[in-house]
Structures are given as C-alpha cells and as structure tokens.
C-alpha cells in the first residue's frame, strides 16, 4: 500500500533530506613552496669565475685544442727551415748551425692543469701561498691541457726535444717531472726540465726571469716554438706595468701563434700586479679596488 504526502509535507520531508546531507569540503590551497636554503659562509671571491670557466667551459678546452693543433701543423715546416729560430735575440747566444731542433714549453696551465689548487684557494677564502701550493704539486694530480699530450708526443716521435720551464721551486722537481709523465707528456731525463734553481753560469737571473734558462737552451738546441700563459715565458719583462708589458712585446707580435703559442689564464699571472703596481703588501681590499679602477667603461 502506498502513502501519499500532503503538498506540505512532502516540502518539509525535502528540506530534511537536504539538511541531513554533509557540506563538501573546502577546496584546500596548495602549500607555499620550501624557501630555497642560501648558502652562507663562503666569502665573494674575485677569482670565481676564472676558476669556473677554466674547469667548465667548453671554449677553455677548445682554445687549447685548437692552439696546439695548429702548432703541429707547422711544426715540420719549422723544422725543415735551419734558418728557423722562435728564440728572443738576447737569448740567442749560439748560432743555429748544428743544433738539434726543440720546442719549449712552459709546465703549469700550459701543459698541467692546476685549476683544482686555485678552486681550493677559492672555497678556503684564502690566497696563494707557497706551502699549500707545494703540497698541490706533490700530489701529483694536475691533468694534462687539452691537446698538450698530443703535440708534445708528435714532435718527440720528429727528433725534437721537448724542454720545459717552469718557476717551480727547485723542491719540486722529481714531483714535477712524475707528474708530467703520468699523463702523458715525453720527460727525455732531468735536462728536459729546467725549474727555478736551474743555474747558467755567468747569467745572473733578474727575480723568476726564464731569460737565463732559455739562454742554457740555446747553447744545444734551435727552438722551433715556444709555449706559454704568461708573456714571461717568452722574453724577460723588467718592467711589470701595463705599458712595459706591451712595449716588449711589441716587436713580436708577428712571432704570435708562428714561433710563440700563447695560452689563457685568467686565474693568476703577472697581468694581475700590473694593475696595483706589483705590491703584493697592499692589503687585499685595496688591491682590488686598483684593479676596479683600470678597468675600461668605454
């Protein structure tokens, strides 16, 4: 049997039904995402990106690449030419007849890799310093510069000998000479390696100058090429200002990427106390400062 509701009734038994059914929940707003954590306690450190762009950016390696490989590709036409010589006329002291052919390298960030030592400096919020920098070396960990292995073994397997010459301290020689034949690069005895306490006789040597170490070189050897990151490598520079730096090289800049194959090293040189007047004494902050205001904003 069925029942029938009033017209009244069956309006409250609607509105019943709707009071006893639960509200939807509010739709819930996403959480605010977690604030990204700042690292803290690591100083700002002008040589940042210098030591970034050496380790990380494909253009440093390519730089590399392409400056020896063009160098190998003339490296037989140099030797082909007794007449060829990539020697400073203050450091040709013998003439060319009868000298065996060599090319001569400079070792750290020409042929070795020592950016990691400069991303220790960084990350400590330090500076060089000879102690830490010497147990680097004798770690003998450096890699070897893009197309470096390569060159250097290519004009060895030619009869040409490779000479290196680096401002190491004397300390370092056997560490040095380790390393560089762990990765590669031809070590033909201890004469192939000329460090800092390498004597000429009769040659008095002006500070870190390589002048009297490539002097020793003339006495055997005509220089086909010479390789470097700094203009030192290359010519003794008296006269560490910006002005001096270029005037000495001035009368060679036909020489560049023929004879001598100059490297970048944006991480340390002798470009850098230029710009305060080589006074490493000066605190750092006002170093800085000296090297802010040579910059160029024209």
Same mark, same amino acid.
């Given at each position: 049997m069925s029942v029938r509701l009033s017209p009244a009734l069956a309006v409250f038994a609607l509105l019943a039904g709707c009071a006893s059914v639960p509200p939807h929940p509010a739709a819930t707003a996403p959480a605010p995402p977690a604030a990204t954590a700042v690292v803290t306690g690591v100083a700002?450190?002008?040589?940042?990106?210098?030591?970034?762009?050496?380790?990380?950016?494909?253009e440093h390696d390519l730089i590399y690449l392409q400056t020896y490989r063009d160098a190998e590709s003339r490296l037989l036409a140099a030797l082909h030419d007794p007449q060829w010589d990539a020697l400073d006329k203050a450091d040709r002291t013998t003439p060319l007849k009868g000298l065996k052919p060599a090319v001569v390298l400079d070792i750290d960030e020409t042929v070795l890799d020592n950016s990691p030592y400069q991303a220790r400096v960084v990350k400590s919020g330090g500076e060089f310093n000879e102690a830490d920098w010497a147990a680097?070396?004798?770690?003998?960990?450096? @890699?070897?510069?893009?197309?470096?292995?390569e060159f250097t073994q290519f004009a060895a397997k030619h009869g040409i000998a490779?000479?290196?010459? =680096?401002?190491?301290?004397?300390?370092?020689?056997?560490?040095?000479?380790?390393?560089?034949?762990?990765? !590669?690069?031809?070590?033909?005895?201890?004469?192939?390696?000329?460090?800092?306490?390498?004597?000429?006789? !009769?040659c008095e040597q002006a500070g870190t100058e390589k002048g009297c170490r490539r002097q020793l070189v003339a006495r055997q050897y @005509?220089?086909?090429?010479?390789?470097?990151?700094?203009?030192?490598?290359?010519?003794?520079?008296?006269?560490? =200002?910006?002005?001096?730096? @270029?005037?000495?090289?001035?009368?060679?800049?036909?020489?560049? !990427?023929? @004879?001598?194959?100059?490297?970048?090293?944006?991480?340390?040189? =002798?470009?850098e106390p230029a710009l305060f007047n080589?006074?490493? =004494?000066?605190?750092?902050e006002q170093r800085r400062q000296q090297k802010i205001d040579a910059l160029r904003y024209q």
């Open positions: 700002a450190d002008d040589n940042l990106n210098a030591v970034a762009w050496t380790q990380t950016a494909i680097w070396c004798k770690e003998q960990q450096a @890699r070897a510069m893009p197309g470096a292995v490779v000479i290196y010459l =680096s401002n190491r301290a004397k300390d370092l020689d056997q560490a040095t000479i380790a390393n560089l034949r762990k990765v !590669g690069l031809p070590v033909n005895g201890p004469e192939a390696f000329l460090g800092l306490g390498t004597v000429l006789e !009769g @005509r220089v086909l090429m010479q390789f470097g990151d700094q203009i030192g490598d290359f010519v003794d520079v008296l006269d560490n =200002s910006d002005a001096g730096r @270029r005037k000495v090289m001035a009368d060679y800049l036909p020489w560049i !990427g023929t @004879r001598w194959f100059v490297l970048p090293n944006p991480t340390y040189g =002798s470009w080589n006074d490493w =004494s000066a605190p750092r």
